[in-house]
């Protein structure tokens, strides 16, 4: 029997770690959700001539070229149940004080499967977390209390899984 060549990263019974470089935990928390994993480049259109006669014209024709403009990337929003680790709040913390020039961290995002091998590994560099939501809570109420974790990014970039560069 061959072993399939694909495979499909489901989106249940999975989860995801943050890793940030410098830090002192093996793992610097897990989630249950990642919105935002983006990156996008602008499209710049440049109108030119071509030497192109159309109609009773003897003269060129505009076109519109399209050339790639500058790249962007998105917020990373992070989704977990809340934990009593701080280390997230103080790095928020630490960044709201005035010291978001020291505290910008380079990192990873892993995705792992059931199994708990890395299925997919994100890379950031210069982040910095831009919010911070817990959401809202009832006595009465059944829900887990939800942080939520926004991290701005200047690079994003997927890898090869175990790749830690």
Not at 88 to 108: F, K
């Amino acid at each position: 029997m061959t072993k399939p060549t694909h495979e499909i990263l489901t989106t249940s019974r999975f989860y995801i770690g943050l890793y940030l470089e410098g830090s002192d935990e093996a793992v610097d928390g897990y989630f249950q959700e990642c919105k935002g994993l983006k990156t996008s480049q602008d499209v710049i259109e440049c109108p030119e001539v071509v030497p192109l006669a159309w109609g009773s014209a003897s003269h060129g024709r505009f076109s519109n070229v399209k050339i790639p403009g500058n790249l962007k990337v998105n917020n990373i929003t992070l989704v977990r149940s809340l934990r009593s680790s701080k280390t997230l709040w103080n790095w928020l913390m630490a960044v709201q004080q005035g010291q978001w020039a020291e505290q910008r961290r380079d990192g990873a995002i892993v995705i792992y499967r059931q199994d708990a091998s890395e299925g997919a590994r994100f890379v950031f560099e210069r982040a910095w977390p831009a919010s911070y939501k817990c959401s809202d809570v009832s006595a009465s109420g059944g829900d887990l209390a939800v942080e939520e974790l926004e991290l701005a990014c200047e690079v994003f970039e997927r890898v090869d899984p175990g790749d830690t560069t």
